[in-house]
């Protein structure tokens, strides 16, 4: 397992820690997700045989945030 934070742009509610959260959780290869609101950061768990870093980007994009 392997621990990545990313750094998101544009979440400012719970719905919006919801949303993160729901699309990382549901993809293959991804344990847990944690989205802290107050720094932008989402701590994410993570199989690499899995799933890939840039996967997990377009999903949170797909959501209408940016990640850095």
């Given at each position: 397992?392997?621990?990545?934070?990313?750094?998101?742009?544009?979440m400012?509610?719970?719905?919006?820690?919801?949303?993160?959260?729901?699309?990382l959780?549901?993809?293959?290869?991804?344990?847990?997700?944690?989205?802290?609101?107050?720094?932008?950061?989402?701590?994410?768990?993570?199989?690499?045989?899995?799933?890939?870093?840039?996967?997990?980007k377009?999903?949170?994009?797909?959501?209408?945030?940016?990640?850095?």
């Amino acid at each position: 397992m392997h621990t990545k934070t990313l750094n998101v742009k544009g979440m400012t509610c719970g719905h919006c820690k919801m949303s993160v959260e729901g699309a990382l959780n549901g993809l293959d290869g991804v344990s847990t997700a944690e989205v802290d609101l107050n720094s932008g950061k989402v701590k994410v768990e993570y199989d690499e045989t899995k799933i890939t870093l840039e996967s997990m980007k377009e999903a949170v994009e797909d959501q209408g945030y940016d990640v850095a």
